[in-house]
Structures are given as structure tokens and as C-alpha cells.
């Protein structure tokens, strides 16, 4: 069979498994508001839910999801999503186990629908999902100190803002004090898919320590990616203790090499991003201030918000991945 035939027969299982996953979303919205609408005529105490799933079960014997347990998840989803249109364009494009996670994790509306957006874009799993809002990201995205406004393109500033963070999270760092750059560089390569995990989609390791030469010098960037989506290098300098001037000075000047040496025609700039233990932003802001290369400024914890299992992917799940999750949420409530 032709690679040609081959991708579209995997298009097209992609496309039939998605289609069902929202076709199953929409019903148990349905069946939510069902149910929230009997309760409302009938009151509590008339156990709807207790006889609906029974109904359920005995109309469609063999078929799991209808427990009381899960019926009640979707009364609280119907609750939570009053507007048909939402879900559909939204909430029905992610499985019911991101939906729950959605609905167990947090409290506000527009912080669900910021999530579940993000799930859409970058085909996060349930565990991704509920890292990233044990994470808070929504509160760190786009949050870094930079020069991007006065260094890219007006078209490019928000994107690229919205790519970096503050602060990043070095949970799976453990919790023994780091106290030399090499060392944080070192542990962060030895869990280099956390780290990548954290830094975003769209990240690519290129190496570390990738030399540099400058005149009759070798200068080593601590580590250095490329960002698919961005197509910029993108230079990462380490510092375990406060920002200082000179660091921004410092990064320039490899953003420069890197720019000259390793760029390709066809990429965009590069972009330097300095990870610091602490900063004053308006010494950021100074130190920053006639730089011509974009640099974002940020910290890192090793806070314990987080807990990483040990084989989480940023990648998009397979389409074995997907019928997978599609079969486990309509048994959600029968484990």
C-alpha cells in the first residue's frame, strides 16, 4: 500500500474517532441537561438519576457510561455549560476525561474554557491537562520581563509572548538545593523531556554547551533549541542566583553567533530567554533597553505543584492513543 493511501486511511480513522468523541460529548450534554431539567420539575427526592440510569442501562445493555456516578457528571457538565454552541465548538472537541478534569480542577468559567482551548491546540492528555492547571499556567503564560515589543515585528510580538512563561517549573528536579549553573544545566539535560514538557509545544533540543566561534575564542551557550512553530533558535542561559546586567549582554552576544553561524536563510531571528532564580523588572527593563535581539527574562522554581510521571509526551497522541481514551471514558464510571 502507497504512503499516500496509507495516510489518508489514518486521516480518516483520526477523523471517524474524533467525530465520535464529540457525537459522545453532545449526548451526555443532552442527557445532563435531561436530567437537570427533571430535577428541576420533579425535585431531588424523586432519584432521578438513580432511574434514569437504570432506564439507561436496561435500553442499551452492554453499553457502559451510564452509571449513576457518571450520570451525575453530566448533569454537572450540562450545569456548568449551558450553552449548546460552547460545547460544541469547544468542550465536545476534548474527551469526557478532560472534561471531568476540567470540572474537578477548577472553579471559574473562563479559566475551563482557556484550558480546554489549550487541549484543542496542543492534544493535551488527561495527565498533561491536569499538570498544566496544577501548574497555573494560564497565569504564567506570556508573563516573562523582554524587549519584545521593540525587537520583532508588531505582527510577531504577541505570538512570541505567549510562547515563554514566568515562572517555569523544575518540579522533577527534586528538592536538593542547586547551587552551580553546570549542575542545573546538567539535571535539566538528564530530564530533558520534562523539560521540554515545561517549556511549551513546539520546542526542539538542539544541545548543550553547542560551541560557538567568535574570533579565536569558543564561547558555549548553556543550551539551545529550535522552535518549530516560531522557526527561530531560541538561546537558553541558566542563572541560579538574582538577573544582573551583564547577563543580558551576555546572551545578546550568543543570539548574535548563533544568528550568524547556525541560522538558516529561511529562519526568523533567534530568540535568547535568560532563566534566573530572581530579578528587579525595571533593572530588567534598563538592561534591555538599545538590545536590538529579542530576550525574554524569567524565573525558575523547584516548587512542588507538580508531580510528572515519568512518561509524559508534549507530542499529539496517536490515533491508538485516541480510541484508547475514547474506550476508557465511556467506562469512566464502571472502574
Given at each position: 500500500?502507497?504512503?499516500?493511501?496509507?495516510?489518508?486511511?489514518?486521516?480518516?480513522?483520526?477523523?471517524?474517532?474524533?467525530?465520535?468523541?464529540?457525537?459522545?460529548?453532545?449526548?451526555?450534554?443532552?442527557?445532563?441537561?435531561?436530567?437537570?431539567?427533571?430535577?428541576?420539575?420533579e425535585?431531588?427526592?424523586?432519584?432521578?438519576?438513580?432511574?434514569?440510569?437504570?432506564?439507561?442501562k436496561?435500553?442499551?445493555?452492554?453499553?457502559?457510561?451510564?452509571?449513576?456516578?457518571?450520570?451525575?457528571?453530566?448533569?454537572?457538565?450540562a450545569?456548568?455549560?449551558?450553552?449548546?454552541?460552547?460545547?460544541?465548538?469547544?468542550?465536545?472537541?476534548?474527551?469526557?476525561?478532560?472534561?471531568?478534569?476540567?470540572?474537578?480542577k477548577?472553579?471559574?468559567?473562563?479559566?475551563?474554557?482557556w484550558?480546554?482551548?489549550?487541549?484543542?491546540?496542543?492534544?493535551?492528555?488527561?495527565?498533561?491537562?491536569?499538570?498544566?492547571?496544577?501548574?497555573?499556567?494560564?497565569?504564567?503564560?506570556?508573563?516573562?520581563?523582554?524587549?519584545?515589543?521593540?525587537?520583532?515585528?508588531?505582527?510577531?510580538?504577541?505570538?512570541?509572548?505567549?510562547?515563554?512563561?514566568?515562572?517555569?517549573l523544575?518540579?522533577?528536579?527534586?528538592t536538593?538545593?542547586?547551587?552551580?549553573?553546570?549542575?542545573?544545566e546538567?539535571?535539566?539535560?538528564?530530564?530533558?523531556?520534562?523539560?521540554?514538557?515545561?517549556?511549551?509545544?513546539?520546542?526542539?533540543?538542539?544541545?548543550?554547551?553547542?560551541?560557538?566561534?567568535?574570533?579565536?575564542?569558543?564561547?558555549?551557550p548553556?543550551?539551545?533549541?529550535?522552535?518549530?512553530?516560531?522557526?527561530?533558535?531560541?538561546?537558553?542561559?541558566?542563572?541560579?542566583?538574582?538577573?544582573?546586567?551583564?547577563?543580558?549582554?551576555?546572551?545578546n552576544?550568543?543570539?548574535?553567533?548563533?544568528?550568524?553561524?547556525?541560522?538558516?536563510?529561511?529562519?526568523?531571528?533567534?530568540?535568547?530567554?535568560?532563566?534566573?532564580?530572581?530579578?528587579?523588572?525595571?533593572?530588567?527593563?534598563?538592561?534591555?533597553?538599545?538590545?536590538?535581539?529579542?530576550?525574554?527574562?524569567?524565573?525558575?522554581?523547584?516548587?512542588?505543584?507538580?508531580?510528572?510521571?515519568?512518561?509524559?509526551?508534549?507530542?499529539?497522541?496517536?490515533?491508538?492513543?485516541?480510541?484508547?481514551?475514547?474506550?476508557?471514558?465511556?467506562?469512566?464510571?464502571?472502574?
Amino acid at each position: 500500500m502507497s504512503s499516500d493511501n496509507t495516510r489518508r486511511i489514518e486521516q480518516g480513522r483520526t477523523k471517524a474517532v474524533l467525530t465520535a468523541n464529540r457525537q459522545m460529548i453532545q449526548l451526555y450534554w443532552q442527557i445532563g441537561s435531561v436530567i437537570l431539567q427533571k430535577q428541576k420539575t420533579e425535585g431531588w427526592g424523586a432519584k432521578v438519576i438513580d432511574r434514569l440510569s437504570y432506564d439507561l442501562k436496561q435500553r442499551f445493555p452492554g453499553v457502559n457510561g451510564f452509571s449513576p456516578r457518571n450520570l451525575k457528571y453530566m448533569r454537572t457538565f450540562a450545569e456548568q455549560w449551558p450553552d449548546q454552541e460552547i460545547v460544541q465548538r469547544t468542550v465536545a472537541q476534548i474527551p469526557w476525561r478532560s472534561n471531568l478534569t476540567l470540572l474537578d480542577k477548577l472553579e471559574n468559567q473562563d479559566d475551563r474554557l482557556w484550558y480546554a482551548a489549550k487541549t484543542v491546540e496542543y492534544g493535551w492528555s488527561k495527565n498533561v491537562l491536569a499538570l498544566q492547571i496544577e501548574g497555573r499556567l494560564h497565569q504564567r503564560e506570556g508573563k516573562t520581563s523582554n524587549n519584545f515589543p521593540t525587537t520583532l515585528p508588531a505582527a510577531d510580538t504577541d505570538l512570541v509572548s505567549q510562547t515563554f512563561k514566568d515562572p517555569y517549573l523544575f518540579d522533577f528536579l527534586g528538592t536538593a538545593d542547586i547551587k552551580r549553573e553546570a549542575e542545573l544545566e546538567q539535571r535539566l539535560v538528564e530530564h530533558i523531556q520534562k523539560f521540554l514538557l515545561e517549556l511549551g509545544q513546539g520546542f526542539a533540543f538542539v544541545g548543550r554547551q553547542v560551541p560557538l566561534e567568535i574570533g579565536d575564542s569558543d564561547f558555549y551557550p548553556d543550551l539551545l533549541f529550535y522552535h518549530l512553530q516560531l522557526r527561530r533558535y531560541v538561546v537558553v542561559e541558566l542563572k541560579i542566583g538574582k538577573f544582573e546586567p551583564g547577563h543580558a549582554g551576555q546572551l545578546n552576544m550568543y543570539i548574535n553567533a548563533v544568528d550568524d553561524l547556525l541560522r538558516h536563510p529561511d529562519d526568523q531571528p533567534s530568540i535568547g530567554l535568560l532563566l534566573v532564580k530572581d530579578k528587579n523588572h525595571m533593572v530588567v527593563e534598563y538592561a534591555l533597553s538599545g538590545i536590538n535581539n529579542p530576550i525574554g527574562v524569567a524565573n525558575w522554581e523547584q516548587s512542588l505543584t507538580q508531580s510528572l510521571p515519568d512518561n509524559l509526551k508534549s507530542s499529539l497522541p496517536s490515533i491508538e492513543e485516541i480510541e484508547a481514551e475514547l474506550a476508557d471514558d465511556l467506562e469512566v464510571d464502571d472502574e
